[in-house]
């Protein structure tokens, strides 16, 4: 009767294995501009984003270029999860107050950096304790924010303290 446990739990282990197998690199990208802000902003910043996903490698690819920014940077991060997708805020769920190693204090730039979405630091501590405690539950709760496009990238300036593109 013991083998029978040890079976099952070798079993489980080996379907793990085999959804891990068949996890995906999963690529978004998105417009930053002053009317996809909430509220709207009048900035003439413009910006495009990609962020990349690797669910095998628990890895979070974000690359970011802008220009046009009214004043300098001071903060950008992804927020989650909207209540209705394509509207509305969240709070951040990302590094805060900024990715490591973005330009600050700049009006355009660009930034490419690969997060390891395993570590707590990748994310907001907030946003870690509103999605159930720990790093896996919130890595959960982030992509699946990003897939349901209940997420969005910002990056804010001294002029618009709110987001500004």
Same mark, same amino acid.
């Given at each position: 009767?013991?083998?029978? #446990?040890?079976?099952?739990? &070798?079993?489980?282990?080996?379907?793990?294995?085999?959804?891990?197998?068949?996890?995906?690199?999963?690529?978004?990208?998105?417009?930053?501009?002053? #009317?996809?802000?909430?509220?709207?902003?009048?900035? #003439?910043?413009?910006?495009?984003?990609?962020?990349?996903?690797?669910?095998?490698?628990?890895?979070?690819?974000?690359?970011?270029?802008?220009?046009?920014?009214?004043?300098?940077?001071?903060?950008?991060?992804?927020?989650?999860?909207?209540?209705?997708?394509?509207?509305?805020? /969240?709070?951040?769920?990302?590094?805060?107050?900024?990715?490591?190693?973005?330009?600050?204090?700049?009006?355009?730039?660009?930034?490419?950096?690969?997060?390891?979405?395993?570590?707590?630091?990748?994310?907001n501590s907030a946003f870690v304790t509103a999605n159930g405690g720990t790093v896996p539950?919130?890595?959960?709760? &982030?992509?699946? /924010?990003?897939?349901?496009?209940?997420?969005?990238?910002?990056?804010?300036?001294?002029?618009?303290?709110?987001?500004?593109?």
């Open positions: 009767m013991r083998k029978l #446990p040890i079976f099952a739990a &070798l079993a489980l282990v080996a379907a793990g294995m085999t959804c891990r197998s068949q996890a995906a690199v999963l690529m978004y990208d998105a417009v930053l501009n002053g #009317p996809s802000e909430s509220p709207p902003t009048v900035s #003439p910043g413009t910006g495009f984003a990609l962020v990349t996903v690797d669910t095998v490698a628990n890895t979070m690819r974000v690359q970011v270029s802008f220009s046009g920014l009214t004043a300098g940077d001071t903060a950008a991060h992804i927020h989650a999860a909207t209540s209705s997708p394509g509207a509305g805020t /969240a709070g951040v769920a990302t590094t805060t107050p900024t990715f490591p190693g973005f330009p600050g204090g700049v009006t355009a730039g660009s930034y490419d950096d690969t997060l390891d979405m395993t570590q707590a630091s990748s994310y539950f919130a890595e959960t709760a &982030l992509y699946a /924010a990003i897939t349901n496009d209940q997420a969005y990238w910002n990056i804010h300036t001294t002029n618009f303290h709110g987001g500004e593109i």
